[in-house]
T-cell receptor, first 112, second 112 residues
C-alpha cells in the first residue's frame, strides 16, 4: 500500500515560476526523501529530510516537513524547462530492515 | 563508476516463459531492491535484500523470486511470466537503511 501521496498529480507552469509539490503520508517516519524521474529514465535522489528537521535547502530546492500533519512539500524555485519530470516522495519507516515506500508522483511540466 | 546497471533494458516474453533480470552495483552497498512501476501506480516494492545471502518480500512479491549470492548482484526471476507482469522494473541500492537510493535505468518487460 502507498505510504506517500503527492499532490497535485500534474502541474504545468512557465519557466521562471516556482513549483510546489506536496506529499502526505500515514505513519511515523525516520526520514522522507524526494526523487526526480525524467521520462524513460531511472529515479534520481534529490534530497533527504530527517524527522527532526523542519526545512532543508539544496540549490533551487527547498523541502519542508511537518510531522504533526504528516506532510512534506518540495519547492522548486525559478523553474527551468529541464525541471520537467515526475517527482516522487518516499518515506523510510521506523521498522528495521525495511525499504522506502514511494508515492505515485507529481508530473511537472515547465514550458518555455 | 557505473553505479547500478540493469540488464536487459528491454524484453518481450510469451506467457509462461521464464527469465532473470540482473542488477549489478559497484558501490559496495549493503541494501538492494527491486521495484516495479506501472502507470498511475508509482513504484511498488517486489523484494529487497539487506545484505549478501538475505532476501525479504515487499508489497507485491507473488510470481517473483530473487537471489543475492554476491553482494554486488541482485537477481529477479520470473518463473512463469503472466501479462500482469508487464511493467518497468527498477533495481536500486543503498549504503544502509534510510540512505538515499541509487537507481538503475530500468528494464521494460512486455509479456504477451
Amino acid at each position: 500500500s502507498q505510504q506517500g501521496e503527492e499532490d497535485p498529480q500534474a502541474l504545468s507552469i512557465q519557466e521562471g515560476e516556482n513549483a510546489t509539490m506536496n506529499c502526505s503520508y500515514k505513519t511515523s517516519i525516520n526520514n522522507l526523501q524526494w526523487y526526480r524521474q525524467n521520462s524513460g529514465r531511472g529515479l534520481v535522489h534529490l534530497i533527504l529530510i530527517r524527522s527532526n528537521e523542519r526545512e532543508k535547502h539544496s540549490g533551487r530546492l527547498r523541502v519542508t516537513l511537518d510531522t504533526s500533519k504528516k506532510s512534506s512539500s518540495l519547492l522548486i524555485t525559478a523553474s527551468r524547462a529541464a525541471d520537467t519530470a515526475s517527482y516522487f516522495c518516499a518515506t523510510d519507516g521506523h521498522q528495521a530492515g525495511t525499504a522506502l515506500i514511494f508515492g505515485k508522483g507529481t508530473t511537472l511540466s515547465v514550458s518555455s | 563508476n557505473a553505479g547500478v546497471t540493469q540488464t536487459p533494458k528491454f524484453r518481450v516474453l510469451k506467457t509462461g516463459q521464464s527469465m532473470t533480470l540482473l542488477c549489478a552495483q559497484d558501490m559496495n552497498h549493503e541494501y538492494m531492491y527491486w521495484y516495479r512501476q506501472d502507470p498511475g501506480m508509482g513504484l511498488r516494492l517486489i523484494h529487497y535484500s539487506v545484505g549478501e545471502g538475505t532476501t525479504a518480500k515487499g508489497e507485491v512479491p507473488d510470481g517473483y523470486n530473487v537471489s543475492r549470492l554476491k553482494k554486488q548482484n541482485f537477481l529477479l526471476g520470473l518463473e512463469s511470466a503472466a501479462p500482469s507482469q508487464t511493467s518497468v522494473y527498477f533495481c536500486a541500492s543503498s549504503r544502509r537503511q534510510g540512505a538515499g537510493y541509487t537507481f538503475g535505468s530500468g528494464t521494460r518487460l512486455t509479456v504477451v
